[in-house]
């Protein structure tokens, strides 16, 4: 969901780190994400829920990505719901919080060891991509091709399958487009990103299913 949605490469995942403290009232439980305490710049997730029009939504921070470091962070974004796909990366992430014991402060995508515990460095097994392809497509002779990769590769296909451009699909993955003087005083904005990847499964108005061949 992370490298999909997110446009994650191995250092946008393995570096991401969550504050957090779980609200208890009466037998409910909930998170309540928190702001990184020390370094404004450190690599985080958090769900914000402010009372906009798309709130609640995942907003993460990269620091140790391509195109993206402390001096130019970059930030991705997932919106509640898309309804077309089943995926609520919002109720994902929240319930596994509540169900994992993730501590506060800690990386998010740790691996874990054995049966109990986990590890507390990087994690940076994204062959796990192949792994999980193989699983389900036990008869497939392609799974070498497979990779974290194609999480980026296929949400850059369906956004322009859509009809968006090399700009936008550039802002959502944080790939770089060489710029025109007039595109330095834009980006796209976010509220414009969490309703695109909240309509992907959808056509766009005017397209039918044969854009899809």
Same mark, same amino acid.
């Given at each position: 969901?992370f490298?999909?949605?997110?446009?994650?490469?191995?250092?946008?995942t393995?570096f991401?780190r969550?504050?957090?403290?779980?609200?208890? $009232?009466?037998?409910?439980? =909930?998170?309540?994400? +928190? =702001?990184?305490?020390?370094?404004?710049?450190?690599?985080?997730?958090?769900?914000?829920?402010?009372?906009?029009?798309?709130?609640?939504?995942?907003?993460?921070?990269?620091?140790?990505?391509?195109?993206?470091?402390?001096?130019?962070?970059?930030?991705?974004?997932?919106?509640?719901?898309?309804? %077309?796909?089943?995926?609520?990366?919002?109720?994902?992430?929240?319930?596994?919080?509540?169900?994992?014991?993730?501590?506060t402060? #800690?990386?998010?995508? $740790? %691996?874990?060891?054995?049966i109990?515990?986990?590890? !507390?460095?990087?994690?940076?097994?994204?062959?796990?991509?192949?792994?999980?392809?193989?699983?389900?497509?036990?008869? #497939?002779?392609?799974?070498?091709?497979?990779?974290?990769?194609?999480?980026?590769?296929?949400?850059?296909?369906?956004?322009?399958t859509?009809?968006?451009?090399?700009?936008v699909?550039?802002?959502?993955g944080?790939?770089y487009?060489?710029? $025109? %003087?007039?595109?330095?005083?834009? !980006?796209?904005?976010?509220?414009? +990103?969490?309703?695109?990847l =909240?309509?992907?499964?959808?056509? %766009?108005?005017?397209?039918?299913?044969?854009?899809?061949?």
């Amino acid at each position: 969901m992370f490298c999909t949605l997110g446009c994650l490469r191995v250092n946008g995942t393995c570096f991401l780190r969550v504050f957090f403290r779980v609200i208890t $009232v009466g037998s409910r439980a =909930s998170i309540q994400f +928190i =702001s990184p305490p020390t370094d404004k710049y450190c690599p985080h997730v958090v769900v914000v829920r402010n009372g906009e029009e798309q709130s609640p939504y995942v907003r993460g921070q990269l620091v140790f990505d391509k195109n993206a470091d402390a001096r130019k962070p970059r930030r991705f974004y997932m919106p509640n719901e898309i309804p %077309a796909t089943g995926i609520r990366p919002v109720e994902v992430l929240e319930e596994y919080l509540l169900a994992e014991p993730v501590d506060t402060g #800690a990386l998010l995508f $740790v %691996a874990p060891k054995g049966i109990s515990g986990w590890y !507390t460095g990087p994690y940076r097994g994204h062959g796990a991509f192949k792994k999980a392809y193989a699983r389900a497509f036990p008869d #497939a002779i392609d799974v070498r091709r497979y990779g974290s990769g194609s999480a980026r590769k296929s949400l850059g296909q369906w956004l322009w399958t859509h009809g968006w451009g090399h700009r936008v699909i550039s802002d959502i993955g944080g790939g770089y487009t060489p710029k $025109v %003087a007039m595109d330095l005083y834009f !980006t796209t904005h976010r509220a414009t +990103i969490l309703h695109i990847l =909240s309509q992907l499964g959808r056509l %766009a108005p005017g397209m039918t299913g044969d854009h899809w061949n």
